[in-house]
């Protein structure tokens, strides 16, 4: 079962991801230096919370 939560958690984590980078990438109010930061730091975001998930939900062998 922790598992599978897991699993769900991470994945929710990568479809956001891709939802606010997409997002980011198709909005015309935002210059090409907005972008970029604010892509990055999406994805930075993304990174986080999967190092977080992973230290606190270790698999178990």
Do not use: D, H, W
Request: proline share 2%; hydrophobic share 55%.
């Amino acid at each position: 079962m922790k598992m599978k939560f897991r699993a769900a958690l991470l994945g929710l984590n990568y479809i956001l991801a891709v939802a606010a980078s997409l997002t980011i990438l198709v909005s015309e109010q935002l210059s090409f230096g907005e972008k970029a930061v604010y892509g990055i730091s999406a994805i930075l975001i993304g990174m986080a919370i999967r190092n977080f998930v992973k230290i606190r939900m270790p698999i178990e062998e």
